[in-house]
Every structure is written in C-alpha cells, then in structure tokens.
C-alpha cells in the first residue's frame, strides 16, 4: 500500500491532537505503518524553530519573517520526516500544515495566500495533503479549551474569527473535509475513519 499524507487543521482548542492520536491507533491496528508529527516542528531543527516562533521574543516580528520561520521548518520537516515516511510507504498524520499558514499568516497577518501557497509548495518540494481534516469549532469555545496559550493564540478574538473562516472556506474542496468538533471524541473519530478509509482504498 503507498503512503499517504492526512492533515488535521483547525482553531486553537479544537481538539487535533486528540484526535490524531485516536486515527494513528486505529492506523496502527490495520497493521499500516504510521508517522505522527507536527508543525511548526516535529524534526529535530524544526523544532527549535518552532521555540523560536512561538516564542514571547518574536512578539510583534514582522509577518514577511513570521512566515519564512514557519516556511523554514516546513522544509526541514519534509525533507527529514514526511518525504521519508511516505517513501516507506508509511501513513503520515500531521497535526497542522500549509492551511495553517495560509489561515495564521494569510488571513491573520494580511499576507497573500498565493504567495503563501507557492513558497510553502516550494519548502514542501510540492507534497501535498491527500486529505486535509480540518475541524471546527466556534472562536470561544476553541479559546475556553486551550492551555497556555502561545504567542499566536494570545492574538483577539477578531484575528482567530478570521483564521476560523479562513479554514471554513476550504470546505469546497475535494481533499478537504470540514467535520464539527463538538460531539464525542469517539463519534468524531468515528467521522475522521470513515473519510480516512476512503483515502487510503
Ligand atoms: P500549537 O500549540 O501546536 O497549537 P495547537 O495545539 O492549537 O495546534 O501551536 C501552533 C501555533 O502555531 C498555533 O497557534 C498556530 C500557529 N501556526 C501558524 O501561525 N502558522 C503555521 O504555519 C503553523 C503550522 C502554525
């Protein structure tokens, strides 16, 4: 079986990193090999990145720097985990990628999500999503949910309403799905398997 590549994406509080969990298990007891990783992050150099970035010493950095961090570690991220992983035929499940930054420092920081696009194609050497999941749910609820919030999610209200439409309108797409996220853990995960197994038959 070849390797896929499935995103989670959504607001802060959203519950992605349960939820990745819950698909690798499942993954797991299909007997698939499966990566979990994450970005900003999820290799070694990538990771220091992401201290950086979402680190209090980069408040008010300008957005063109902010963006080319977070492009910097998505390089390094594919080039020594995802593009690996799926040269092994391994499912990788990914909490957060291009829609992220295209949400976060498109809509957010006002920068154009075609520039966006095609510098983050081009840090990725152009892997993209087989199936991007982004779940939703509304700004307040999101922020209730969230523990410690970083540099990012201490941004107002006005900034995550216009990340959380940003995602919305992804929902169109044909490797996107949109699911809400508050119902049950296991029903949700029972949504996120269902589209899942179409991917990956
Ligand atoms: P994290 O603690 O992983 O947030 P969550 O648990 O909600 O996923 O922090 C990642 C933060 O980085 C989050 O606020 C979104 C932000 N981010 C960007 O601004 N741009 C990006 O390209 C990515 C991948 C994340």
């Avoid at 959504?10 to 499942?26: D, N, P």
């Avoid at 080039?79 to 420092?105: G, K, M, N």
């Avoid at 194609?121 to 999101?142: K, R």
């Amino acid at each position: 079986m070849p390797g896929r590549f499935i995103v989670f994406e959504g607001g802060e509080g959203v519950g992605k990193s349960t939820q990745v969990q819950l698909l690798a298990q499942r993954l797991q007891d299909t007997g698939r090999s499966v990566v979990v990783t994450r970005e900003p992050g999820g290799s070694p150099r990538a990771e220091l990145i992401r201290e950086l970035v979402l680190g209090d010493a980069f408040a008010g950095v300008d957005p063109r720097a902010e963006l080319l961090l977070f492009a910097a570690a998505r390089a390094d991220h594919v080039a020594e985990v995802i593009q690996p992983a799926l040269a092994a035929d391994a499912v990788v499940v990914c909490d957060r990628f291009v829609e992220s930054t295209v949400a976060y420092q498109g809509v957010g920081r006002g920068l154009r999500a075609a520039d966006i696009r095609s510098l983050s194609a081009w840090a990725s050497q152009d892997i993209h999503p087989d199936l991007t999941i982004v779940l939703d749910l509304p700004v307040a609820e999101g922020l209730a949910r969230a523990q410690e919030p970083n540099r990012l999610e201490s941004e107002d209200l006005a900034f995550h309403e216009s990340v959380r439409e940003s995602f919305l309108s992804l929902a169109d797409r044909p490797d996107v799905v949109v699911l809400p996220a508050d119902q049950p853990q296991s029903v949700l995960a029972d949504h996120v398997w269902a589209e899942v197994s179409r991917v990956l038959s």
